[in-house]
């Protein structure tokens, strides 16, 4: 009986710490709990990432004022309650691989925006806080898309700085 109860709580002990580290990979939130992670640096698979990976606020103001911009939301349909930038299409993360594989006429149809090209250096994504755009960067420059972008402030740093 001892070694039953020993058991279980080594499972229940080995379950949770599945689960917590799960979760940390999961969430949007960086290493020190902050809820904004400012620019990721690395790709997944450790290499450097390309500073022009990266879009600023600044660049993302620029690109949307001159109207040079195709702007993807990859959090889920949900979150954007709370609000989203104008002119964001909504593709949530785990839909991204799906949607770029797409041909042009399907994606039209399907997202009401054309279909980003893979050379198109105004491709850019974004989510609450870089985690999910970034993963959504690497998924897309997997499938080609060489210049695709993301701006990796998220919808935290846009409410922070954009004027109410």
């Known amino acids: 009986m001892n070694t039953v109860v020993h058991l279980r709580s080594g499972v229940c002990a ?4 599945l689960l917590l580290s799960v979760s940390a990979h999961i969430t949007d939130r960086c290493d020190n709990g902050a809820d904004n992670c400012n620019k990721r640096t690395k790709t997944s698979d450790n290499r450097p990432l390309n500073t022009d990976d990266v879009v600023t606020y600044e660049q993302l103001k620029e690109m949307m004022s001159t109207g040079n911009i195709q702007l993807f939301d990859v959090r889920e349909p949900n979150e954007l309650e709370a609000g989203f930038i104008p002119g964001a299409t909504n593709i949530p993360l785990g839909d991204v691989e799906q949607a770029l594989r797409l041909n ?10 054309p279909k980003p090209g893979l050379e198109d250096s105004d491709f850019v994504l974004y989510c609450q806080s870089g985690v999910r755009s970034f993963k959504a960067l690497e998924t897309a420059r ?19 700085l954009e004027p109410q």
Do not use: M
């Open 142 to 160: 997997g499938l080609g898309y060489s210049r695709a972008r993301h701006y990796a402030g998220g919808y935290n740093e846009w409410v922070q």
């Open 104 to 113: 042009p006429d399907q994606f039209r149809e399907r997202y009401g925006v």
């Open 14 to 17: 080995l379950v949770a710490l």
